[in-house]
């Protein structure tokens, strides 16, 4: 089997440094054949020690969001990305913003902007979901209502004193559509409060939403 055929086993996966030397264990030299695979655009590096297959091999490349979850971890892709999944806000998203428990960091890639922000056990494990984003690809991925509440939790200098400065975020800053929010679980929101960031920013945001 050559080489294109045996990553083809790994399509919509991202391929990691020991995955291909096991691949590769009849070379006496597997990084040299790494580094030609590169060259004649079988393999893409992502990072050191990643990869996808290349546009040489016509192998679906995994979903962005997927990678996300795979470059830095543990993490869960969050915030503006998550809501564009979810349809609530209408810009294109190019840099994938992702939660971990890790040190904040950030990815700069051939493939776009990978940044990661650190929250606090036990905030951070709340409102995760298993989403299907393509065929055999399932990535980690906050739910709206997390997603909504960890970029107000995050984001330097976003205080929410009011609903109606509230409002005035979500429409004007964020621009989502306030009747998408009336199906948000508050009461699981509030179960958050004692463990989140900005607690009362984010308990006017579910004061918010409640009276929509």
């Not at 800053?173 to 009747?179: A, K, M, Q, W």
């Not at 509030?190 to 900005?198: E, G, N, Q, V, Y």
Request: aromatic share 8%.
């Amino acid at each position: 089997m050559d080489i294109k055929q045996q990553l083809s086993e790994y399509r919509g996966q991202l391929i990691t440094h020991q995955m291909l030397v096991a691949l590769l264990k009849e070379y006496s030299r597997p990084n040299d054949k790494i580094k030609m695979l590169k060259d004649e655009g079988i393999l893409q590096s992502v990072k050191r020690g990643f990869y996808i297959a290349g546009s040489a091999t016509n192998i679906a490349r995994p979903e962005r969001t997927l990678i996300a979850n795979h470059l830095y971890g543990p993490s869960y892709v969050s915030m503006e990305a998550a809501l564009m999944y979810y349809g609530l806000i209408p810009e294109r998203v190019y840099g994938i913003t992702s939660m971990t428990t890790k040190s904040s960091k950030s990815f700069r890639t051939p493939l776009g902007l990978y940044t990661y922000t650190s929250l606090p056990l036990p905030y951070y494990s709340f409102g995760l979901e298993t989403v299907i984003v393509n065929t055999n690809q399932q990535v980690i991925m906050a739910t709206p209502e997390k997603a909504l509440a960890d970029k107000i939790a995050t984001t330097p200098g976003i205080i929410l004193r009011s609903m109606s400065s509230t409002k005035n975020y979500l429409t004007e800053d964020l621009r989502i559509e306030l009747s998408d929010l009336k199906n948000f679980d508050t009461t699981a929101m509030a179960t958050w409060l004692s463990h989140a960031p900005k607690k009362d920013s984010l308990e006017i945001l579910i004061k918010t939403i409640h009276k929509l």
